[in-house]
């Protein structure tokens, strides 16, 4: 079953695109032009040209050196200026009206970035037009939320013969690092909530999804004051090691792997000081019990199994079905599996498409030979096939636990399926397992799910039957467990994990409330609210 990239004759003429090669950064409030060297972007798509097939080299972006992102700290730091600085003095209704500003500037961005989203990293059209949506839905709704936060921190508290209003301050400088399978989303939904709770930023763009990030770099310029976000770019061990050893960095803002993330914590000298906000690896388990409803719950397990090939945090990455209903879950999966299509981003309905990071299927391929070892058989027919950067989906069943795939995290188009006879092997995998993310049940049973929802709530983050696993939707809290998160992001969570709760308080006599009424006539402090009355 050979892949088939298309000729550039073919390419529609809306989806083609032409090689960005950008130049520019963003450093205290002013966009420079970078003369150093350069990184090459290329895209997960190939072009057939007279039979041969050749990458698209869709541009190329800054590749900073020490001295330069050492320059984007400053930058963060002297805007910040230990709390002192415009931004994190600046009232919430002042940082709100900045967010809305960009919201409305990034909004005439859409087509160009839904454009990039689906060059750069092969995400589907109906995908990459779903991140961009869902993000500006995500930055509306925390702008709501902090709007709330605010009303409900207002009112002032007299206890013990004292006065005291309780909010949010700001920790610091953040340093953000985004994922390369939700470059917008993911990111934003760190970045702007840090920078909204009155934080000043590093950002560095993942690996794979830079030039997306490039058309929004003057939305940042004209909504922020200067130093508020700087970029960088480049190689992590060369940019970030620096940044980090550096110890100015106050919150730590990271989604990838724990491997990454602990190698780059580690190099801060004061790690007391440091807050980590962490999104890692996850290996979701489905519990398929033998009385599921197959045939309703088939289309669920498949999609959460082989949405945007697999590359989800949240994505089913191991399948525990009850050996009863083995031969009819197979039966039905496959036939479901084979109404979804391989094709470009661009082609209508399409499901599979290319893999954008750089001998991810080589490394799949490897996952894959070791568990057919292990005796493993693929179910599909041209299952594992490889075409340059396409991988066509593996459905392996059944998976041993010798099998590397049995643990590791393959985060691509490989399903393996366990069969199981007691619900103490799945149960089992899921407690001696590093990972903690989520988990799904499948089952009519209520008495049997409950036992089971009792056991998983302290073992996972959350747990969902009959249903895929999912990140959103936003309001719902979303974290993990050992080695698969660390803090709690939503809309609401995000606004506090940014930011650190804060008293201030005076005595409660007539001097200390005439003090307090004058502080507020006069506006002098942008912390204290108005709420207060004699």
């Not at 050979?2 to 950008?22: A, C, D, G, K, M």
């Not at 030039?211 to 130093?227: N, R, V, W």
């Not at 106050?250 to 990454?260: E, K, M, N, P, W």
Request: with cysteine; proline share 7%.
């Amino acid at each position: 079953m050979s892949f088939v990239f298309p000729t550039e004759e073919s390419i529609p003429l809306p989806y083609r695109i032409r090689p960005i090669h950008q130049k520019k950064y963003l450093l205290g409030g002013e966009i420079l032009e970078w003369t150093g060297e350069s990184q090459t972007v290329k895209s997960p798509i190939f072009l057939n040209r007279s039979g041969n097939l050749e990458q698209v080299i869709l541009g190329s972006y800054p590749s900073f050196d020490e001295t330069q992102s050492l320059k984007a700290l400053e930058a963060a730091v002297k805007a910040y200026n230990h709390g002192t600085g415009v931004w994190p003095t600046s009232t919430p209704m002042d940082r709100i009206r900045a967010v809305n500003h960009f919201i409305s500037l990034m909004k005439e961005k859409r087509d160009q970035i839904i454009l990039l989203l689906m060059w750069e990293i092969g995400k589907t059209e109906k995908d990459a037009t779903k991140e961009f949506d869902r993000t500006i839905e995500y930055l509306e709704d925390t702008v709501n939320a902090l709007l709330d936060l605010e009303s409900n921190s207002s009112k002032y508290i007299t206890q013990s013969g004292l006065i005291a209003q309780i909010k949010r301050s700001p920790y610091g400088v953040v340093l953000c690092m985004g994922p390369f399978n939700y470059p917008l989303n993911e990111t934003f939904c760190t970045l702007i909530p840090a920078i909204l709770m009155g934080n000043t930023v590093v950002f560095k763009p993942a690996k794979y999804g830079v030039l997306l990030l490039e058309p929004l770099l003057e939305c940042f310029q004209k909504a922020f004051p200067p130093g508020v976000i700087n970029t960088v770019y480049g190689d992590g061990a060369k940019v970030i090691s620096p940044i980090m050893e550096s110890g100015k960095i106050d919150v730590f803002a990271f989604i990838g792997s724990s491997q990454t993330a602990n190698l780059i914590t580690k190099k801060h000298p004061k790690l007391n000081r440091l807050r980590s906000v962490l999104g890692l690896n996850a290996k979701n388990p489905a519990i398929i019990l033998p009385d599921t409803d197959l045939k309703t719950m088939i289309p669920e397990i498949l999609a959460g199994s082989l949405s945007y090939n697999g590359q989800r945090c949240t994505a089913l990455k191991i399948l525990f079905v009850h050996k009863d209903i083995l031969d009819e879950f197979t039966q039905l999966y496959l036939e479901e599996f084979s109404k979804w299509k391989a094709g470009m981003p661009w082609d209508k309905d399409v499901n599979f498409t290319p893999l954008p990071e750089e001998g991810k299927t080589k490394w799949l391929k490897e996952l894959l030979d070791d568990a057919i070892d292990h005796g493993a058989k693929i179910l599909n027919p041209g299952g594992g096939e490889i075409t340059e950067s396409f991988l066509f989906p593996a459905i392996l069943s059944p998976v041993s636990p010798k099998a590397r795939l049995y643990t590791e995290e393959q985060f691509g188009p490989l399903v393996p399926i366990v069969p199981f006879t007691s619900i103490e092997e799945p149960l089992d995998y899921i407690i001696q397992s590093n990972m903690g993310q989520q988990a799904s049940i499948f089952g009519e049973d209520p008495n049997t799910v409950g036992k089971l929802i009792d056991i998983l709530v302290n073992q996972v983050a959350r747990v969902n039957w009959n249903a895929q696993c999912q990140r959103g939707p936003d309001a719902f809290p979303f974290s993990g467990r050992k080695d698969s998160a660390d803090g709690t992001l939503s809309v609401t969570d995000a606004l506090r994990v940014f930011s650190l709760r804060t008293v201030v308080s005076l005595k409660d006599t007539e001097k200390g409330r005439n003090l307090l009424e004058e502080v507020l006539k006069t506006n002098s402090s942008h912390y204290l609210s108005k709420e207060f009355h004699l």
